[in-house]
């Protein structure tokens, strides 16, 4: 039935705190339609991200948390706080329980706590939505737009290490079929355990002059928003992209390409050149790949206002759209 969970019912979705903050001097409760966070000695700076997420079905709520952490982190922040937004298609308490539970352990794994939200059933969906907003707190905010000419452009883990998880699980059967091995599939599944870019920007936000993190039209997509941001000229090697060898198997069997899709889990730093050593020394001691995969260009900020991508010398115009969403669309609609 349309409309907002009842109390028993919400109480399970209240269950989904994350980690504890004595921070927050009004957590989620029933009644309760707003958070207090007290912010005396916190960073100088709050950063607040939010965004929904849909697809993905069978780990929703892990990858909405990360997804608006990773963008507070790509900001130069401590993620510490977040609001869940949850849209059911139906009360089934299985369907809830799954979703809060993934929430809930992706939180605590960050070290984030839920401070409030709101949950309700919408039967026009055919899927969970959760919404997330997270902030965080920083002395030094990172824009996605300081990226200045001689600066190298870095990337963390490698391309579509979010599209490889989803593929992985939600396309299994369509990845079998076209030749992945299942124990391929199994590794390319633990991907998602990669997704958050928290540990990423930690370790790098120090010596970037812009930070941003690929989400949807991957790779490709993330270089054209921080070029437009940042009015520059960027050249890049897709050679010296990193895409894993389950990335590379996956997208290969269902003809999507690892720089043009889902990409969360992967960090874009630019860095100056005399820092690079130091950022990628920084993630080699966090446990974390990183590679360099490109220049700023010099030039007049005001000559590439709109910003100018080249791949292998190819310019790239636009955004691509993300290659996954043709399989769901296909998918959708019985082919």
């Known amino acids: 039935m349309t409309g907002k969970l009842g109390p028993e019912s919400l109480a399970t979705a209240l269950a989904a705190t994350g980690a504890a903050d004595s921070a927050v001097t009004q957590g989620p409760a029933y009644g309760e339609d707003a958070a207090a966070i007290d912010l005396t000695g916190a960073g100088e700076t ?141 590794a390319a599944a633990d991907f998602l355990d990669e997704v958050s870019v928290v540990p990423d920007a930690a370790a790098v936000r120090d010596a970037a002059t812009a930070l941003h993190d690929p989400t949807e039209g991957g790779v490709a997509t993330a270089l054209v928003e921080m070029a437009s941001a940042s009015g520059a000229a960027f050249a890049v090697e897709r050679d010296a992209v990193p895409v894993r060898p389950e990335t590379r198997a996956c997208c290969d069997a269902l003809g999507v390409d690892p720089l043009a899709t889902f990409g969360s889990g992967a960090l874009l730093a630019a860095v100056p050149p005399e820092r690079v050593d130091e950022a990628l020394d920084a993630l080699d001691a966090a446990g974390i790949e990183g590679a360099e995969i490109g220049v700023v260009e010099a030039g007049e900020r005001e000559e590439a206002a709109e910003g100018t991508v080249r791949i292998d010398g190819e310019p790239l115009a636009e955004p691509p759209r993300d290659e996954l969403y043709p399989l769901w669309e296909a998918r959708e609609a019985g082919e």
């Open 46 to 186: 709050l950063v607040v991200a939010a965004d929904p997420l849909s697809l993905a079905a069978e780990s929703v709520g892990t990858l909405a948390v990360h997804v608006a952490c990773n963008d507070v982190a790509a900001s130069g922040a401590d993620p510490r706080w977040l609001t869940h937004t949850l849209f059911l298609p139906d009360d089934d308490p299985d369907r809830l329980r799954t979703v809060v539970d993934q929430v809930d352990a992706t939180a605590r794994d960050i070290g984030l706590s839920v401070v409030g939200g709101h949950t309700e059933v919408l039967d026009a969906l055919d899927r969970p939505l959760c919404s997330m907003t997270a902030m965080g707190t920083t002395d030094r905010f990172v824009s996605s737009g300081g990226a200045e000419p001689g600066d190298r452009l870095l990337l963390t883990k490698g391309a579509a290490i979010e599209a490889t998880a989803i593929l992985a699980t939600d396309f299994r059967e369509e990845c079998l079929e076209a030749g992945v091995s299942a124990a391929t599939l199994d």
